[in-house]
């Protein structure tokens, strides 16, 4: 067994992964806002399934120049919420972590290069407000990327080091000299820096035109995600080498795979590096798509693979712990206690776990709902590694039998502090095994499911602007997509 001391939950609610069960932080005139008092209510949930941390993502869309001018509603606004965020957070016991990648700017998302002068002052100064903005944060967590990096000038994974040496020791320590910092090793590693970013003859910095698909090649069709193992090898020596230089106690984040699922593809494996790190240093991971991935909102379950990736940790290396992420904090209620449990002891069965939450939400005879869910879990995407096929056939008769036990729950037998509440947790459930249902059968009506896919998840977007990664109706599109074709036994991608 495994105790894992930090336990950190992490809420990614930037504008491109807005959907009904996910805060909307930025949009005062649009759905889908959450008072303080709902902040309280899901630290609250959060305390009691085992987290002692949340971590939240200042995106680029706040990482901006109008910041700076002190007059700019949104983010003013932003500011004031997140203090009393804060401020409850720590009321319930919770510590609170920001995060922001050290030099994406703006919601177009401008990869700002450190050897720019006039881009370095710029890094600095957003550095500098948004430190100075929340004087009760327990600390920051300095992201190299994705988006975020540079590889005009020169810049490599040595200056993304150099860069987090700097706004550790000039701006946090500046702002708070007790302050333990987080750095980030996200990607193979140092996501978007050197070698790891797509070269383009004249880059401009921005996310459009590192995108344009004019640019793409057979060898690099991704604009990230390219670093080889020889760099990984370069890049945490050098990180190695520089650790003296960050204060004493700061945190370094490393996932034991380099690649987005935590693999041993491209950059290979970190568990040497991890070792050598948690010599001087405490180590956490932060395994991004273990609980669920981003695009569509669905009830994942993805715990047997949350389970063994955290066994995994305890055994390479001494983490002190590691998040689960989330873009539907909402509606991933199992997935969230689940993984809480398991960082408390990786000894637990997920399976035993998943039964023992619907028990306490639903009453003792609800216990099989956590087996069934499990037929959820058959949308291919990022983080998607399924223990079980299934038929259509099976995946009809299981949904009907989720559809069963979901009417007869009694939400009044709840026994835990579910947020928002439990019978909105069943109506929710019951909504998404009745559309899965509909998309088992071999005559469904697609362009309908999508339409109410968009109703349901994604109406936000009637209201705010699309993001400059537009997700949303893909979101929709590929909903509507799921189980249109029969798996195969041979072929588990599909």
């Known amino acids: 067994m495994a105790h894992f001391t930090y336990r950190s939950q992490y809420i990614n609610f930037a504008e491109h992964l ?15 806002r959450w008072s303080v008092e709902d902040w309280k209510k899901y630290f609250t949930m959060s305390k009691a399934f085992g987290f002692t ?16 001018t002190g007059k700019s509603p949104l983010h003013e606004n932003f500011k004031k919420e997140m203090n009393e965020i804060i401020r409850v957070g720590h009321e319930v016991g919770i510590t609170l972590l920001g995060g922001m990648c050290a030099n994406c700017v703006s919601p177009d998302w401008y990869f700002a290069c450190p050897k720019d002068k006039e881009d370095k002052k710029l890094i600095f100064d957003l550095w500098n407000h948004w430190v100075e903005a929340f004087p009760e944060l327990d600390s920051f967590y300095i992201g190299s990327g994705d988006p975020g990096g540079c590889n005009r000038n020169g810049c490599n994974h040595e200056t993304f080091v150099d860069l987090a040496i700097e706004i550790t020791n000039e701006v946090l320590l500046k702002h708070n000299p007790d302050m333990k910092p987080f750095v980030g090793t996200w990607g193979t590693p140092f996501s978007g820096w050197g070698e790891d970013l797509k070269y383009i003859e004249g880059w401009d910095g921005t996310w459009s035109m590192l995108t344009d698909p004019k640019y793409a090649t057979p060898e690099t069709p991704a604009h990230i995600w390219n670093g080889k193992r020889e760099r990984a090898k370069k890049a945490f020596e050098y990180l190695i080498s520089k650790l003296s230089q960050f204060p ?15 693999n041993f593809t491209m950059g290979g494996s970190a568990k040497k590096y991890a070792r050598e790190i948690a010599k001087t240093n405490p180590i956490t991971t932060w395994d991004y798509s273990l609980a669920e991935g981003e695009l569509i909102a669905y009830p994942h379950y993805r715990l047997p693979r949350m389970s063994t990736k955290m066994r995994e940790w305890a055994a390479a290396a001494p983490y002190k712990g590691g998040m689960n992420y989330t873009m539907t904090p909402k509606l991933s209620l199992m997935t969230q206690y689940v993984a809480g449990q398991i960082m408390q002891d990786t000894d637990i069965n997920p ?3 998943a039964a023992d939450f619907f028990e306490k939400v639903f009453g003792p005879e609800m216990r099989g709902l956590g087996e069934l869910m499990e037929a959820f879990e058959v949308v291919h995407g990022w983080g998607y590694h399924p223990r079980n096929l299934w038929s259509k056939e099976m995946l009809r008769e299981t949904y009907e039998e989720i559809i069963d036990m979901l009417e007869a729950a009694d939400p009044r037998k709840c026994t835990l502090p579910i947020f928002p509440d439990a019978e909105t947790y069943r109506q929710d459930l019951l909504w998404f095994a009745k559309e899965f249902l509909k998309m088992a059968q071999d005559n469904c009506d697609r362009a309908q499911v999508r339409k109410e896919f968009w109703e349901k998840s994604q109406k936000i977007y009637d209201y705010i602007p699309m993001s400059c990664d537009p997700r949303a109706h893909l979101a929709a599109d590929n909903f509507s997509k799921i189980l249109e074709k029969e798996v195969s036994w041979c072929d588990p991608i599909g």
Do not use: H
Request: net charge negative.
């Open 248 to 262: 004493k106690g700061t945190t370094v984040v490393i996932n034991t795979g380099m690649d987005p699922d935590t």
């Open 18 to 32: 807005q959907n009904a069960w996910n805060p909307n932080m930025y949009y005062l005139e649009a759905p889908n």
């Open 351 to 353: 399976d035993i776990a």
């Open 53 to 68: 941390n949340f971590e939240f993502w200042i995106s680029p869309t706040l990482f901006d120049r109008p910041a700076l």
